[in-house]
């Protein structure tokens, strides 16, 4: 058929109108246990429906929909995982997303259903979506198993970036990196790895220590790093010369991340700093579509938003921060370091300075 050069080629719009059905053929995956089933070898279409209690007609369907978006393939033998499906779609994987794709599944898609009202009234839809006032922590961390899906969701997510966030700049004259907020301690494990002389705290909500204590002690550099309960808006940090933040200024707004970096700011030796791990969005605002679909997440899901370099430097300087570098990555996230000044040799002291 002769292409039609009088309409715009309709392909963007009709590649975003199939886009939800792509996503969720690969959640509903996911959460059937296929990969899982898929692990050690291929298998048959009737032997997959008989393990995952499934409809035959209808998993055929679902497989061959996966095959299409090449998360499976098939030969003679059967039905059988690739290499990216293999390493981030099997939970056993050591670096499965599995656990953000169910948390995709569970909780993002039916707060992403109510995007309008979000946008129309500027704030999260947990009340909307499941009748919970709170945001996403005081929900998350209502039962063990939402609190451990949750954990290791940005766990899974967390590992595609922070060896790329700690290797972003040189941090080896930092001695003592506290990840606030950390979690599983990912990003503290990964500085640690990489650089012998750091000793890392991770501190984070009472609730989250277990899950902490459990990753952290399986690592290679367990002996170096502490776990420590607290809470980052109310209670003193634990001392460093480094302060890390993976994915946590993202879920806040300015006034919240003042106070947060002003008590940083205070607690820090001169010339110690504050490493950050968030997507950066562009100056212009036009990209990347990562990072704007992400905070439109952050609409959705807490009182945050995405920011672009500038917007991070304007919040380090406002609470006294003296220089600001970003650095972005090829991973899911990015880095920003702002340093406190150091304390100037007495020669370049004013002579009116006390
Ligand atoms: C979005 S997760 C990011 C986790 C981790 N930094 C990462 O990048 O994987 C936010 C973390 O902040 C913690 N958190 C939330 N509010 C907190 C508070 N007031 N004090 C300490 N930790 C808090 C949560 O428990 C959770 O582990």
Known sequence: MAKDFTKPDPSVVLDLLQAFRWSKTMFAAVSLGVFDALAEGPRSLESLADGLKANQDALRRLLDGCV??????????GYRTTPASATYLCRKSPLSVASYINYSNTFYWKLWANLEDAVREGTHRWKQAFGWEDNIFANVFRTEEAKREFLLA???????????????????????????????GHLAIAACERYPDMRGVVF?????????????????????????????????????????????LHDWPEQKIHKLLSKMYERLPPGGGVLIMEKLIHEDRRGPVWALMQSLNMLTLMEGKERTLSEYETLFKRAGFGDVYGSRNATPLDAVLALKAPIPPPSLRSPHSA
Not at 207 to 226: D, F, H, T
């Open 204 to 248: 984070d909500l009472n609730e989250v220590v277990p899950l902490a204590r459990e990753v952290v002690g399986a690592s290679k550099v367990a002996g170096r790093i502490e776990v420590v309960a607290g809470d980052f808006f109310e209670d003193p940090l634990p001392p460093g010369d480094l302060y890390g933040l993976g994915r946590i």
């Open 68 to 77: 299409g978006l090449q998360l499976l393939d098939r030969d003679d033998n």
């Open 154 to 184: 940005m766990h899974g997510y967390g590992l595609m970036t922070s060896p790329e966030v700690v290797a972003a700049f040189d941090l080896s004259r930092f001695r003592s990196f506290v990840d606030v907020g950390g979690a599983t």
